[in-house]
């Protein structure tokens, strides 16, 4: 088997080691080998979502983040129903977007949140 290296700040090792112990996980690379796993599985059900849809976008990003956020959404304004922006604690905050429209236009959004690196999380949610 091949041996890759990662680089993780020391947060979330610490998150990742108590998760370990928590599922019972022989050790890192077993879990990041099913947290990868759990990511493929993910994408692959995405890619696969077809026609028009209802789904909620949920995105966790820092506040100094706000106009790029702002800016992002105006390009998927046609299927965005409802947009929810909530102050989540001192410097973070929680965009929730619910979404109708075709398949293709609901994954690039969500495509295009995932791929900015300063988003802290990202989750589709399809109905």
């Given at each position: 088997m091949p041996i890759i290296s990662i680089s993780l700040n020391e947060n979330i090792i610490q998150e990742l080691d108590k998760l370990q112990k928590f599922l019972g996980f022989s050790g890192r690379s077993e879990i990041v080998r099913a947290s990868?796993?759990?990511?493929?599985?993910?994408?692959?059900?995405?890619?696969e979502l077809d026609g028009?849809?209802?789904?909620?976008?949920?995105?966790?990003?820092?506040?100094?983040?706000d106009?790029?956020?702002?800016?992002m959404r105006h390009d998927y304004d046609k299927i965005i129903n409802t947009h929810i922006h909530n102050k989540i604690d001192k410097d973070r905050c929680l965009?929730?977007?619910?979404?109708?429209?075709?398949?293709?236009?609901?994954?690039n959004m969500a495509k295009k949140f995932q791929g900015n690196r300063k988003m802290d999380q990202v989750r589709l949610i399809v109905t």
């Open positions: 990868v796993r759990n990511l493929l599985l993910e994408e692959k059900r995405i890619e028009i849809l209802h789904s909620v976008l949920l995105v966790i990003h820092d506040e100094k983040s106009q790029e956020i702002s800016e965009e929730i977007f619910v979404l109708y429209g075709e398949s293709n236009d609901i994954k």
